[in-house]
């Protein structure tokens, strides 16, 4: 692993007061950076998890394997100031290590998302906006946690965690997180998209806005707030003023020196021709009905406890370049956005009915 897919390009100033730190999971995608940021501020980490997953990280660093779904023994007779939960997607996980950690921890912080909402229709979005519950989702009580739908289970999570830790846990929900080492490739698929070169399918009209979050900056935020002991429910993504698909696909060009155009279509010819947002089209959401919001959060709180942001052109060149740095069927294989064919019908069909139309 480079270290410039871990660690933080900026300046670190060494924390005075060194933590002890257990975080779940930590070898994933948000974990390294967290982890990286932490040895860097002199705090002492652990890590619970399988050992599935990159184990030969950080090799200098405790690690516990367990299960959260049925072994958390090596948790036990233990105690950190502050745990991080970053793998909990079933709300018996965090009950289960919550209950298990709530004597001998004095912070828990668990990493939830902003599907936990109910809806995004607020402008501006702040994290005083209703969560799902059972009843508004419409879901049984008696439905098995693991089966959950995502936003529920995440909601759901939290709730456990401040029961277990009444004022003493700190609820974080990202956006689309993104930057190396993402598993998910939605937002990897327009450095990886841009770089390939040629006229490119865009959604909309440049004008929609966009909101996503590097795994560095939230990682290393985290960090900060545990070391600074803030407490409640923050949202996790930016810039404080939100990019236009534009500004987000011009500025990701910057970080690449491949010839390539964009053609903005409609979403109104997207949807005839079955090109669906945030899956064929990473990270765009149409600001349209209960997701009038979903990109246009006020962050303003985050902001003044401490969440900064790196240049975009930064994450797209490390992004871009972590990608680039795969199995070559990897790269081609991206499992978000729209396949190369399939761009091309599109594109085709629009610039036909553009020529029909001029026919007239």
Same mark, same amino acid.
């Given at each position: 692993?480079? /270290?410039?897919?871990?660690?933080?390009?900026?300046?670190?100033?060494?924390?005075?007061?060194?933590?002890?730190? &257990?975080?779940?999971?930590?070898?994933?995608?948000?974990?390294?950076?967290?982890?990286?940021?932490?040895?860097?501020?002199?705090?002492?980490?652990? @890590?619970?998890?399988?050992?599935?997953?990159?184990?030969? @990280?950080?090799?200098?660093?405790?690690? &516990?394997?367990?299960?959260?779904?049925?072994?958390?023994?090596?948790?036990?007779?233990?105690?950190?100031?502050?745990?991080?939960?970053?793998?909990?997607?079933?709300?018996? +996980?965090?009950?289960?290590?919550?209950?298990?950690?709530?004597?001998?921890?004095?912070?828990?912080?668990?990493?939830?998302?902003?599907?936990?909402?109910?809806? $995004?229709?607020?402008?501006? $979005?702040?994290?005083?906006? *209703?969560?799902?519950?059972?009843?508004?989702?419409?879901?049984?009580?008696?439905?098995?946690?693991?089966?959950?739908?995502?936003?529920?289970?995440?909601?759901?999570? !939290?709730? !456990?965690?401040?029961?277990?830790?009444?004022?003493?846990?700190?609820?974080?929900?990202?956006?689309?997180?993104? /930057? *190396?080492?993402?598993?998910?490739?939605?937002?990897?698929?327009?450095?990886?998209?841009?770089?390939?070169?040629? !006229?490119?399918?865009?959604?909309?009209? /440049?004008?929609? *806005?966009?909101?996503?979050?590097?795994?560095?900056?939230?990682?290393?935020?985290?960090?900060? @707030?545990?070391?600074?002991?803030? $407490?409640?429910?923050?949202?996790?993504?930016?810039?404080?003023?939100? +990019?236009?698909?534009?500004?987000?696909?011009?500025?990701?060009?910057?970080?690449?020196?491949?010839?390539?155009?964009?053609? +903005?279509?409609?979403?109104?010819?997207?949807?005839? $021709?079955?090109?669906?947002?945030?899956?064929?089209?990473?990270?765009?959401?149409?600001?349209?009905?209960?997701?009038?919001?979903?990109?246009?959060?006020?962050?303003?709180?985050?902001?003044?406890?401490?969440?900064?942001?790196? *240049?975009?052109?930064?994450?797209?060149?490390?992004?871009? !370049?972590?990608? &680039?740095?795969?199995?070559?069927?990897?790269?081609?294989?991206?499992?978000?956005?729209?396949?190369?064919?399939?761009?091309?019908?599109? @594109?085709?069909? +629009?610039?036909?009915?553009?020529?029909?139309?001029?026919?007239?």
């Amino acid at each position: 692993m480079r /270290g410039r897919s871990i660690n933080s390009p900026r300046p670190l100033d060494r924390s005075s007061g060194a933590l002890q730190i &257990l975080i779940l999971g930590g070898t994933s995608f948000l974990g390294p950076p967290q982890v990286a940021y932490a040895l860097s501020r002199g705090h002492e980490v652990t @890590l619970f998890n399988r050992g599935q997953t990159n184990a030969d @990280l950080f090799p200098e660093i405790e690690k &516990l394997r367990g299960d959260r779904n049925d072994d958390l023994a090596s948790l036990r007779g233990r105690s950190w100031d502050v745990v991080i939960d970053n793998s909990a997607t079933n709300p018996a +996980w965090v009950r289960d290590s919550a209950s298990l950690l709530k004597g001998s921890v004095g912070h828990y912080m668990y990493v939830s998302s902003i599907s936990a909402y109910r809806t $995004m229709e607020s402008v501006p $979005m702040t994290a005083s906006e *209703p969560v799902f519950t059972y009843e508004n989702a419409g879901v049984p009580t008696d439905q098995d946690e693991a089966e959950l739908p995502y936003g529920l289970a995440k909601a759901q999570s !939290e709730r !456990e965690a401040q029961a277990a830790f009444p004022g003493q846990a700190t609820i974080v929900r990202p956006g689309l997180i993104v /930057g *190396p080492m993402d598993p998910t490739v939605r937002f990897t698929y327009w450095p990886a998209r841009i770089h390939r070169g040629g !006229e490119i399918l865009s959604p909309g009209d /440049g004008t929609d *806005p966009a909101q996503i979050i590097d795994a560095r900056d939230l990682g290393e935020w985290m960090i900060r @707030l545990a070391e600074d002991r803030r $407490m409640g429910v923050f949202n996790g993504l930016g810039p404080a003023r939100p +990019w236009s698909m534009a500004g987000l696909l011009y500025g990701i060009r910057a970080a690449t020196s491949t010839e390539a155009s964009f053609t +903005w279509v409609p979403r109104e010819f997207l949807a005839e $021709m079955g090109v669906r947002p945030w899956s064929h089209m990473p990270v765009w959401i149409p600001p349209t009905g209960t997701q009038t919001g979903a990109s246009r959060f006020d962050i303003s709180p985050e902001v003044a406890s401490g969440l900064t942001f790196r *240049p975009l052109a930064d994450t797209a060149r490390d992004t871009l !370049e972590y990608h &680039l740095s795969r199995p070559a069927e990897r790269q081609v294989s991206l499992r978000a956005g729209i396949e190369s064919a399939r761009e091309a019908e599109v @594109l085709a069909a +629009w610039h036909s009915r553009g020529r029909a139309s001029h026919a007239e």
